[in-house]
């Protein structure tokens, strides 16, 4: 993976990380099923009329439009909104990069070297250390919901990776009109237009304005700039090498979470964080250099 690629990934683990705070912002604000649906709504107006199709095959734009889109932020939202830790939340839907590991060995067959597994072990380790210590802070219920999120998460990864396409922004963005529809009958089923129009009448308040501009982050920078990245990286690497980046995530959110929301790491945390940021290098580390005929051996996505 070259160090372009691995300096965009650290990118995108940094606005993911502080995505987690515009979310909680967002929630103070909007219906969390109505929160999504508002989420993409706004990507996906301007993409119809602008943006070309990304001539891929329109079940892989679904795949991952209801992986990466609906099911990992309806899960996520709710779970938030029943009570689960911003920090915790960011450190837990990063069980998605060994969930997408898993997948991409047994669905596409991507091979998983020795030192991956050993970085993303290592990294794992210190996800569930933080969890431990946290574990406490948490019902179980929310803990299920943002588990959820991470799978649906992975599936889009691989709907992703399925879809090759020419253009990968051109793809992020239609994936964006198709969580809308599902999210707002949810909205509808489980929080009633009653909440809705309650939540849109009041965004003159500070809570509302609040609201408007955690909203505003997670629609241009946690989606637009980062999935956008995020989509690039994992059309030109393996998802076994770029999943790893993020489990950076955490480290930002229980960051970020301790400065705004004074969320107070324990030292067992920040020790679990830096064993994070260890297996992210070790599962990142190139490969020692491989001859012509090697290379040409080498099946694409090794």
Not at 109 to 122: D, M, N, P, T
Not at 170 to 192: D, I, K, N, Q, R
Not at 205 to 228: D, E, I, K, N, R
Not at 239 to 259: M, Y
Request: hydrophobic fraction near 55%; charge should be positive.
């Amino acid at each position: 993976m070259p160090t372009r690629d691995r300096l965009l990934a650290a990118l995108v683990a940094v606005l993911w990380g502080c995505n987690f705070l515009a979310i909680h912002a967002t929630l103070g604000q909007f219906p969390p099923m109505f929160a999504g649906a508002l989420r993409f709504v706004v990507i996906a107006i301007p993409t119809v009329l602008f943006v070309p199709w990304p001539r891929v095959k329109l079940r892989y734009l679904l795949g991952y439009g209801l992986g990466f889109g609906t099911g990992q932020f309806a899960f996520l939202f709710i779970a938030m909104d029943t009570g689960m830790p911003t920090g915790l939340a960011s450190l837990v839907l990063q069980a998605s990069a060994p969930f997408t590991v898993l997948l991409g060995a047994v669905l596409l067959r991507e091979r998983v070297s020795a030192r991956q597994l050993i970085g993303i072990l290592l990294a794992v380790a210190g996800m569930a250390a933080i969890a431990w210590q946290q574990a406490g802070h948490a019902a179980l219920l929310p803990v299920i919901l943002t588990l959820l999120a991470a799978l649906s998460w992975a599936f889009g990864n691989l709907s992703m990776r399925r879809a090759e396409p020419d253009n990968p922004l051109h793809l992020t963005l239609w994936m964006s009109v198709v969580p809308p529809l599902p999210m707002f009958a949810l909205s509808l089923l489980l929080e009633g237009p009653a909440a809705q129009w309650h939540s849109l009448t009041t965004l003159g308040t500070p809570t509302g304005l609040l609201g408007l501009a955690g909203l505003a982050y997670v629609v241009l920078l946690g989606t637009v700039v980062g999935s956008g990245i995020w989509t690039t990286l994992m059309r030109r690497n393996p998802a076994g090498v770029v999943a790893p980046f993020s489990l950076l995530v955490p480290v930002v959110g229980l960051t970020a979470s301790f400065f705004v929301l004074n969320e107070q790491p324990s030292v067992l945390e920040i020790v679990a964080a830096a064993v994070v940021i260890g297996g992210v290098l070790v599962g990142s580390l190139r490969r020692k250099p491989v001859s012509r005929l090697e290379e040409e051996l080498l099946p694409a996505n090794a």
